[in-house]
Nanobody, 112 residues
Framework: QVQLVESGGGLVQPGGSLRLSCLCS????KSWLMEWYRQAPGKQRE????????????NYSETMKGRFTISRDNAKNTLYLQMNNLTAEDTGLYYC?????WGQGTQVTVVS
């Protein structure tokens, strides 16, 4: 059974950092394209970036560049999203995705 479980969200001040995790089971993250999405309040879910099967990460969102990094730990079958220099605009629910499967999301709130 495929499962994706995000964690690591929380309250953080502007300029702070968080590392989100996406623990996966039922498949190997090395074999699938993995993606991170964000849904800000009142907005549509947006693709932040992806990690391909060869371990190359690509950032799709301009807001991510230079601040967010996607990585993975194959032994733990876990995908990560390292987020630095957070702003209030980064507030939202963060999801990981593998093809048709989504996690439940983890909430990130940036507030001073």
């Amino acid at each position: 059974q495929v499962q994706l479980v995000e964690s690591g969200g929380g309250l953080v001040q502007p300029g702070g950092s968080l590392r989100l995790s996406c623990l996966c089971s039922g498949f190997s993250i090395k074999s699938w394209l993995m993606e991170w999405y964000r849904q800000a309040p009142g907005k549509q879910r947006e693709l932040l970036g992806m990690m391909s099967t060869d371990g190359t990460d690509k950032n799709y969102s301009e807001t991510m560049k230079g601040r967010f990094t996607i990585s993975r730990d194959n032994a733990k079958n876990t995908l990560y999203l390292q987020m630095n220099n957070l702003t209030a605009e980064d507030t939202g629910l963060y999801y990981c995705r593998q093809h048709d499967f989504w996690g439940q999301g983890t909430q990130v709130t940036v507030v001073s």
